[in-house]
């Protein structure tokens, strides 16, 4: 999936708000935001959105001189989400499917997504994800969850910090032993990286690896061989969020997507509408 005009709105988008994190005065952010713009200017159209992207935010770190450009962020969003899980786990274990109600969860919170968001607050995530909670799910939960039985290795691939809290559920519902969570291999955007998987605690419940990429998405080429080889021999990839999507919808794996869709051109290519909350199975080496 290569970018289009619609991208470049959200790529300024994302310069404008990190160069903000990093530089409190505005006057100085001036220049910076020239060159960034000059280079998303003559950026290679052909690639994908999340390569541009990859490159965008390495060209920030560059600029400004930090590593992390949305660390602060992503500490109110680990911190947030610890405190509504509790309340979140109560309100799924009264669903009348358990395990419909893991999956919305998980994919409630991949709304925690500094990629299509500007200004993300504690307050108007907290209202965001209740109010989503009860939206309908596209797709077959139970779908994935038969699958991840006949599965014998699983490698599930995370996505935003915060919204990583929200993925124990559903990871405590599948079948634990089987699966490797792999998370960014460092800082872009909010996506998570070890460090928010030890918060969230995941490291405590199953395997927890680093894909060894900085790309906002799973780019295989970029990835370390280590992810290589734990993609390669999964016979069932559980991917959250558009930048995975956009990066693998045509990868010959059994994968199931699970994000919230937040462009029309991937609303288009699922066959849904921007906003729906999605879980799509993709097996293309059955041909499905």
């Known amino acids: 999936m290569t970018i289009t005009t619609a991208c470049l709105p959200c790529f300024v988008r994302q310069a404008v708000e990190a160069v903000g994190f990093c530089v409190p005065d505005e006057e100085a952010r001036v220049p910076i935001l020239r060159h960034l713009l000059a280079e998303l200017a003559t950026a290679d159209w052909h690639r994908t959105p ?12 560059e600029a400004t001189g930090q590593a992390d450009p949305y660390h602060a962020l992503k500490d109110r969003m680990n911190r ?31 709304l925690i997504d500094s990629g299509t968001k500007t200004g993300m607050t504690e307050v108007n995530v907290r209202e965001a994800l209740c109010l989503a909670s009860r939206d309908p799910l596209c797709g077959s939960a139970n779908a994935l969850f038969a699958a991840a039985e006949r599965a014998q290795r699983i490698l599930f691939l995370a996505d935003n910090a915060g919204e990583i809290v929200f993925d124990r559920p559903l990871l405590e519902a599948l079948p634990t032993r089987k699966i490797t969570v792999a998370v960014r291999g460092s800082p872009v955007l909010n996506d998570a990286t070890v460090d928010d ?13 680093s894909n060894g990429s900085d790309a906002p998405g799973t780019i295989l080429e970029d ?7 734990h993609f390669a021999e999964s016979d ?40 729906d909350m999605v879980v799509q199975e993709r097996n293309t080496e059955a041909g499905t």
């Open 50 to 61: 999340v390569g541009v992207a990859q490159q965008l935010h390495r060209s920030i770190r």
């Open 80 to 110: 947030l989400a610890l405190e509504m899980l509790p309340c979140m786990r109560t309100d799924a274990r009264f669903e009348e499917y358990p395990q419909m109600a893991v999956v919305r969860l998980a994919v409630v919170a991949n």
């Open 197 to 209: 998987a030890r918060v969230a605690g995941l490291t405590a419940l199953t395997n927890v690896i």
């Open 223 to 229: 990835c370390s061989e280590e992810f290589r080889r």
């Open 236 to 275: 069932l990839i559980i991917a959250k969020g558009q930048g995975n999507y956009e990066s693998l919808s045509e990868t010959k794996k059994h994968i199931f997507f699970l994000l919230r869709v937040k462009c029309p051109r991937v609303a288009a290519q699922i066959g849904a509408k921007v906003g």
